[in-house]
């Protein structure tokens, strides 16, 4: 999943000046596995990537088999999985234990995981050790954090300790009971500049990556325009290197989506049919041919011993 260029064509079908389209190549056993090292790459080479959130090993497999290079372990699970009405509700615990279990199913991509609400905010010292944890116990090549200019001294803590952390600016859903719910951010001219300047202190504090959530597109594109580093984009723009969204929102399994991630594919009504499907094969006994038989002389003796 490393990003290469397609390969040139012949001249007589297309001139030096055309520039051939940037992509992903798939997962191949002869590629390294996507690092921040790749990551870094891409952005510097112009290379668009696709992040998505993923919180079990299955779906992992077949998202690492469909080329995405970038998984985020989001908090978003206390939503999809646990279904909770907010992100405030991820445990700890939880959280580490599907980071784990993604980065099984996909071991060749990058694992992002996301540190749940209060595992960093307390204290600078827990923040550390939480965000060890999903380094050791998660496997997750990096942690994510919902962050403003702030938190800086711990960024500064974490990047010391040698983990690579990911800056989340912008709109921060952990901060939705402040605002009375989900908000757009940088929708002012001083707050525009005070997202900017959020992005520099983190820079600054030795992020790896910046993650901006729903912000409008000036403000994502002077950021990038700025930024050394990956800058993925949730809500954001297309200025960013990268853009994630929740998978089950692509899917169509949820009730309602953000306006950048609309369904792809329409999995619920999928579902909805094949339960439908079974219930009746169910009610019906049609169940197909039984896998599983005793031998004649095994249903011999089992008869004899019935009797």
Known sequence: MQPTRDPPQAASQQSEEQITQPRWCGPDSSIAPVSIRTIQRAAREGLKFACLTCYDATTARWLERAGVPVLL?????????????????APLDFMIMLTAAVKRGAPRCLVMADMPFMSYQADDAEGVRNAGRFMTEGVADCVKLEVDRSFAPLVTRLARAGIPVVAHIGSRPQHAKVQGGYYAAGKTAQGAVDLVEDARV???AGATMLLIEATPVEVTAEIVKRSPVPVIGCGAGSACHGQVVVTSDLLGLTPRQPPFALPLVQMGEMLDGMAKLWRERVRSGMLGEHPYSLSEEEAVEFRRRMR
Not at 73 to 89: C, S
Request: zero cysteines; aromatic letters at 4%; a negative charge.
């Open 73 to 89: 372990v989001g908090d978003t699970a206390a939503e999809m999985i646990l279904g909770f009405p907010n992100t405030l509700h």
């Open 202 to 204: 983190m820079l600054d």
